[in-house]
């Protein structure tokens, strides 16, 4: 899905099938790609405040994208620094937010399925119990991680379109986009896992450094996917979420005109006329 030979206006958008690697393409194709990788691994060196500031950056793209903005993607800069930290807060919070249930199950289902494993070792053996513990644990995975993925991925589609706390934990309108999309997100979930796997063990390979132009690299593949499903949504009859206005970054704002220096003396009122 080219951005560029995208014909439809936001508010009439259609229904296309999702190109699941479209996301790495639309950021390799722009002509800031070498930067925008090289400033984003730079920024994810940086403690809690680094991702909060792509996550901001990742705002600003898909709402670019939304509007059909001429420059989807615009160039990372460090002039800038302070507009995505803002606008990235709202997603990094109701990301965290998000997570914590689905750790806590996760970590629970774990511990549930030691206690069976254990149980089952001491009646029938150690071999049958392990073989139970596999599968037990992989349906188990799936049956959380699977539901609570669709939900956050729907959560974060909100979060990174309103940048409004009220409207991502909208709980209702979060679960009827979840319900309408699910079947896409779980296929684009099932068909992203080995590229993610390829990505963060390319990453690890080059010495861990290429870790984050992995992850710079992901965060584009899966915001560009939360556009695709969003606008099928919208062409499905899906109700808009609501945007804030279009705002100018820092670096994309005109240069005030320099204020030139006057003579000494030029702002002087002129002498009284002689008298006759």
């Known amino acids: 899905m080219d951005i560029d030979n995208e014909a439809t206006s936001p508010g009439t958008p259609t229904i296309r099938p999702l190109q699941y690697l479209e996301g790495f393409r639309f950021f390799y194709r722009d002509a800031n790609f070498g930067n925008n990788l090289l400033i984003g691994s730079v920024f994810f060196l940086i403690p809690i405040v680094g991702p909060i500031v792509m996550m901001g950056f990742m705002c600003e ?46 970590y629970a289902m774990i511990f549930i399925v030691i206690l069976i494993t254990a149980g089952i070792a001491r009646s029938v053996g150690e071999a049958p119990a392990l073989l139970v513990g596999i599968v037990g644990g992989l349906v188990g995975y799936m049956a ?30 979060v679960m009827a986009y979840a319900k309408r999309n699910w079947k896409q997100i779980i296929i684009s979930m099932l068909v992203l896992i080995p590229v993610t796997f390829g990505l963060m063990l390319g990453g690890m390979i080059a010495c861990f450094i290429g870790l984050y132009p992995a992850i710079v690299i ?11 499903i969003y606008e099928n949504d919208l062409a499905s009859g899906g109700q808009p979420i609501p945007m804030k206005p279009e705002r100018t970054l820092s670096s994309e704002r005109p240069a005030a005109a320099p204020v030139i220096p006057r003579p000494a003396g030029m702002n002087e009122p002129p002498p009284p006329a002689p008298q006759s």
């Not at 059909?68 to 606008?87: A, E, S, T």
């Not at 993925?149 to 409207?167: Q, R, W």
């Not at 992901?218 to 695709?228: G, K, S």
Request: aromatic content about 16%.
């Open 144 to 173: 959380i991680v699977f539901p609570a993925s669709v939900l956050l991925f729907s959560v974060m589609t909100f979060a990174e379109i309103s940048e409004d706390f009220g409207t991502a934990f909208n709980f209702g309108r």
């Open 61 to 106: 793209v898909i709402q670019r994208l939304i509007r059909r903005h001429p420059q989807p993607i615009p160039k990372l800069q460090f002039g800038d620094f302070g507009d995505y930290l803002g606008r990235g807060v709202v997603p990094f919070v109701v990301n965290f937010v998000a997570t914590i249930p689905l750790v806590i199950l996760i």
């Open 218 to 228: 992901m965060q584009f593949i899966f915001v560009h996917l939360r556009w695709q």
